[in-house]
């Protein structure tokens, strides 16, 4: 068999190197925007249902553009895609931080997503390429100490800045890093590649945009429209039937945009599995909380990222560990006791109270974080090891646009079942209001009704949080369970009947 992918002798870390920071820097704008999103639902006068669209909004294109990326790394050097992603990402920084309606902001937003989307796969396939399977555990954990160094300092970063300046400021803040970044990847990543005469099929393209999109959409809406609306339950059928023609478009071409061959590989499909279920619970609580602690609680913003702050620095920490546990250990029992902890954690976040304590908030978090670092990475690299080699890029675009589909999908889901959940007990509670004001000797005041109309609004939005948490522990619990089917994986390979046509893609990357 032809072994057309050698892995180089000494990994390309200058490349590696200006692709980390690119990717830190998608990364921490990502989490600087969480705790931002209570301050910029008061100022632009939306609510959470709309607000929520600049985190979905954003894995939305992730997701509709993710699957492009396997066809644009085997097309293109890393050095004309990581230049080009950059410079999407720095106008749609520029654009959102000039905004002052809604619709511009997002539309900011989206265009940051477009350069992030290509940003991550191509670090993850120069990783892949770059590093002989034994020691991937170990470069995978450095690397996601990297990058979880990001949510580390965003949320206490975003916090800080919004309590002394406007949002906006967490744009005007990375631009001038953003612009440092492409002039270092112009001075430093020389990689050469050869041409490769392959198309984007434009109707796959259609197909899972529409797909992708219709399901999110239809999701998205559902916290304002309600589940019986036309057009929630519609959009949701289109969405589905464009993603099944999608699929089925794609195991007929010589050349899928999407790869869909690489779910015949067990561990892969399984991680695959897992991740997606892990992103659904995780980015709901990375929306959720925030609402909590800044609506609910009334804690200030600087307050709020000081919160996350020792759950994001013990992912950082972890994530290197968990790395070196993987390459002795394999992913499974890091998985069932990541799942485990993850599980209970997001449980007991569904217990919160209108006067639970600050201290109480800051270790369950942390415990949950600690959970969730013996997950993502482990379970992702082990699926990843089962593939041929060279199926990488299509593995590490079925991962990304998985798992942003599911995080899209997960915070929309979360925060219809918060606000359809918070508008039912409001219903509630103001008719048991209405009928204990019945038994009065005397009409309440137009004081005393107004702080009764408060005390209903947040006790109503406490219990559609917690409820959101309940689920969310749900669809963590389903992950643990199928983590006890992973198994250590090993290279497959590649037969005769799946060789390409022509040479393979990996581009070849140029040490410094």
């Known amino acids: 068999m032809d072994h057309t992918q050698t892995q180089p002798k000494r990994p390309p870390y200058g490349i590696i190197a200006v692709l980390m920071v690119g990717a830190f820097i998608a990364f921490l704008n990502n989490t600087l925007l969480n705790i931002a999103l209570p301050s910029i639902m008061k100022e632009l006068e939306i609510e959470a249902s709309t607000v929520q669209w600049l985190t979905t909004g954003f894995m939305l294109v992730n997701g509709i553009l993710i699957p492009t990326t396997a066809h644009l790394i085997q097309k293109y050097s890393v050095r004309r895609l990581f230049l080009s992603a950059m410079a999407l990402f720095t106008i749609g920084t520029i654009i959102a931080g000039t905004a002052h309606i809604f619709p511009v902001l997002l539309a900011g937003r989206m265009m940051q997503a477009s350069g992030s989307a290509i940003l991550m796969p191509v670090l993850m396939n120069v990783m892949l390429v770059s590093f002989p399977v034994e020691k991937r555990g170990a470069a995978m954990g450095v690397f996601g100490l990297i990058l979880m160094f990001a949510p580390a300092i965003g949320p206490t ?103 869909f061959k690489v779910y015949k590989y067990p561990m892969f499909a399984l991680s695959s599995a897992i991740t997606m279920i892990v992103n659904m619970a995780m980015f709901s609580g990375m929306i959720l909380l925030p609402i909590y602690v800044q609506n609910i609680r009334g804690i200030s913003p600087m307050d709020a990222g000081l919160l996350l702050l020792p759950g994001a620095i013990l992912m950082s920490l972890m994530s290197p560990i968990t790395g070196k546990l993987f390459d002795k250990f394999g992913g499974r029992v890091l998985a069932i006791i990541g799942l485990a902890i993850t599980t209970v954690t997001t449980f007991l976040f569904s217990q919160l109270e209108l006067h639970t304590t600050y201290t109480h908030l800051i270790i369950l978090y942390s415990v949950r974080s600690l959970g969730m670092s013996m997950v993502m990475m482990p379970v992702s690299t082990n699926g990843l090891n089962q593939l041929p080699a060279r199926f990488y890029p299509h593995g590490t675009a079925m991962n990304n646009t998985m798992n942003q589909v599911a995080g899209a999908i997960g915070t929309a889901l979360m925060v219809t079942i918060m606000s359809n959940h918070t508008a039912t007990r409001a219903k509630e509670l103001a008719a048991d209001a209405k009928a204990s004001m019945g038994n009065l000797t005397a009409p309440p005041t137009a004081d005393a009704l107004a702080e009764m109309k408060q005390q209903i609004m947040m006790q109503s939005m406490l219990d559609g949080i917690n409820y959101s948490f309940v689920v969310a522990a749900g669809i963590a619990a389903v992950a643990l369970v199928l983590a006890f089917f992973i198994k250590r994986a090993k290279q497959a390979e590649d037969p005769e009947n799946l060789q390409p046509a022509s040479k393979p893609v990996t581009p070849k990357l140029a040490e410094n």
């Open 157 to 259: 970063l975003s916090g800080w800045i919004i309590e002394h300046y406007d949002w906006r400021m967490l744009f005007h803040f990375v631009t001038p890093i953003a612009i440092i970044v492409i002039l270092l990847g112009v001075f430093l990543i020389k990689d050469k590649k050869e041409k490769v005469n392959i198309h984007l099929d434009f109707i796959s393209l259609v197909e899972s945009s529409i797909g992708f999109g219709g399901i999110l959409y239809g999701f998205s809406s559902a916290g304002s429209k309600g589940w019986d609306n036309p057009l929630v339950y519609g959009t949701i059928i289109i969405g589905v039937v464009f993603l099944i023609a999608f699929i089925l478009r794609q195991t007929k071409q010589e050349r899928p945009m999407l790869n």
